[in-house]
């Protein structure tokens, strides 16, 4: 079966990146949520953007704001910026956990803050993915953490397919949903690394990545995305 994965929560009806999307994204069953982590002053925070502006009351760039004060604004519905620890102890070993690494720096300590908590048996390792579009830092973090799962982003179909993330001992290529194509899902199977789509919400685009044969989805909409996936896969094996 396809995986659902809740895109930044389940930021379709709840906002995105915090712990009421995490919530209820967990309420649904997902296969796992998918989170933007960026550095902060003193620690590592849950949002998409750099800057505070689009998601938030408040102004400026997050890496120059405390935890304290990222979890003083008002990023949706009254709820504060969460820490990576907060996610860690909302999730729990209840789900899939992919940190998608937006700008984070010292990518020691994250190693640590992963390794602390993978040893105090707050998450477990099989949990976690760790994805970006920097495919450097992912070669970096592969050997800081050999047992970790890295799924390599992209929005490009390259010239040698899935090539890339075979070198960099991937586990997952997280794909943009229109730069999907057959030869590309079939290359990424045959050497063993599994295929996500971001971010599909549409009915037509679910069917249109599962005709191309992906293994996960990212969806906004988890609960809707589910549904739409058991429904497709009744009609095909009726
Ligand atoms: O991780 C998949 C997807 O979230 C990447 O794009 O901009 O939504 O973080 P973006
Ligand atoms: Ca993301």
Redesign the pocket.
């Known amino acids: 079966m396809t995986l659902v994965f809740a895109?930044r929560g389940a930021s379709g009806n709840h906002p995105e990146n915090s712990l009421s999307a995490i919530s209820a994204a967990l309420d649904v069953d997902v296969d796992g949520i998918?989170l933007?982590v960026q550095s902060c002053r003193d620690d590592y925070a849950i949002i998409?953007d750099t800057w505070l502006d689009r998601t938030t009351n408040g102004r400026g760039m997050v890496r120059h704001a405390s935890r304290e004060e990222l979890n003083a604004l008002n990023a949706g519905n009254g709820e504060g910026i969460p820490t990576l620890q907060d996610v860690f102890n909302l999730i729990g070993t209840n789900t899939t956990i992919n940190l998608?690494l937006k700008h984070t720096y010292c990518l020691d300590k994250f190693v640590q803050y992963i390794e602390k908590n993978v040893n105090a048996g707050i998450v477990e390792r099989s949990q976690i993915i760790l994805?970006s579009f920097d495919h450097h830092q992912l070669v970096w973090l592969k050997q800081k953490l050999p047992w970790v799962k890295i799924g390599t982003?992209t929005a490009s179909i390259p010239l040698n397919y899935a090539e890339f993330a075979q070198q960099l001992h991937a586990y997952s290529i997280?794909m943009d949903k229109n730069f999907i194509n057959h030869e590309f899902v079939l290359d990424a199977k045959q050497r063993g690394l599994n295929v996500y789509a971001?971010?599909v919400d549409k009915q037509k685009d679910i069917e249109l990545v599962l005709d191309m044969g992906v293994d996960g989805i990212?969806s906004n909409y988890p609960c809707h995305a589910k549904m739409a996936i058991n429904k497709l896969s009744e009609t095909k094996g009726a």
């Open positions: 895109h998918e933007d998409h998608e994805s982003l997280h971001y971010t990212f």
